[in-house]
């Protein structure tokens, strides 16, 4: 069962030139910088999910996407297998616990997470 948001994902062209737009434009503060693997997390208020912007050069196929939370990604990605979703690969490692993505029928992508 999805539970809630998790983060949202942008691509970014120029990580520099977006995080200058994000952090001085937009006035939002960085939730974590993992500038070195390709992605800049900015927080938003109060809230939990973050905006995450994903370099394409480290991402080339990145797409926007929302992720949201469940108990158990491995017992999710079976029951949504079966149920017909065509997932993007098999549930990977994170540092918070495992993801996974896949996209609705008309090419949205989403993911799912957990915190284990």
């Not at 809630?4 to 994000?22: A, G, I």
């Not at 905006?51 to 929302?66: A, E, G, H, S």
């Not at 990977?92 to 896949?102: L, N, P, R, Y």
Request: glycine share 6%.
């Amino acid at each position: 069962m999805m539970k809630s948001y998790d983060n949202f994902f942008l691509k970014t062209k120029n990580l520099k030139e977006s995080r200058e737009f994000y952090e001085n434009m937009l006035g939002l503060s960085i939730k974590f910088n993992f500038q070195e693997k390709g992605m800049i997390a900015f927080k938003v208020g109060d809230e939990e999910p973050a905006i995450i912007l994903k370099d394409v050069k480290t991402f080339p196929d990145v797409k926007p996407t929302i992720w949201v939370v469940v108990d158990d990604v491995k017992e999710e990605y079976q029951r949504l297998k079966q149920k017909g979703v065509e997932f993007l690969s098999e549930p990977f490692e994170i540092h918070t616990g495992m993801a996974v993505e896949f996209e609705d029928p008309s090419g949205n992508r989403l993911g799912i997470t957990d915190y284990k």
